[in-house]
Nanobody, 119 residues
Framework: QVQLVESGGGLVQAGGSLRLSCAAFGSIFSRNTMGWYRQAPGKQRELVADITSDSRTNLADSVKGRFTISRDNAKNTVFLQMNSLKPEDTAVYYC?????????????WGQGTQVTVPS
């Protein structure tokens, strides 16, 4: 079984920065994608950014130029550096790990961490 442990959420004023971390524990296929999704009240969960094990990145248009995703493969950890935060970035942020093996697709979620940017 895989467990994702997130940290780094909190309350920050508009224009500020936060860094989220997510460490994956357990038996993990080396070729995988880790990423961050977010869900604001009354809205659907949406992809913020993800990164493959060979460091190909994908960011939502709404965060390009402000957020950066990176990873440490040796530690199975993914980071989300969030700069120039806006009130519309307020949401619960969920870490995600996704990979395929001979058994099919495996998808795991963290417990979520709250990010609040007051207006």
């Amino acid at each position: 079984q895989v467990q994702l442990v997130e940290s780094g959420g909190g309350l920050v004023q508009a224009g500020g920065s936060l860094r989220l971390s997510c460490a994956a524990f357990g038996s993990i296929f080396s070729r995988n994608t880790m990423g961050w999704y977010r869900q604001a009240p009354g809205k659907q969960r949406e992809l913020v950014a993800d990164i493959t094990s060979d460091s190909r990145t994908n960011l939502a248009d709404s965060v390009k130029g402000r957020f950066t995703i990176s990873r440490d493969n040796a530690k199975n950890t993914v980071f989300l550096q969030m700069n120039s935060l806006k009130p519309e970035d307020t949401a619960v942020y969920y870490c995600n790990l996704d990979y395929n093996d001979f058994e099919g697709e495996h998808k795991y979620w963290g417990q979520g961490t709250q990010v609040t940017v007051p207006s």
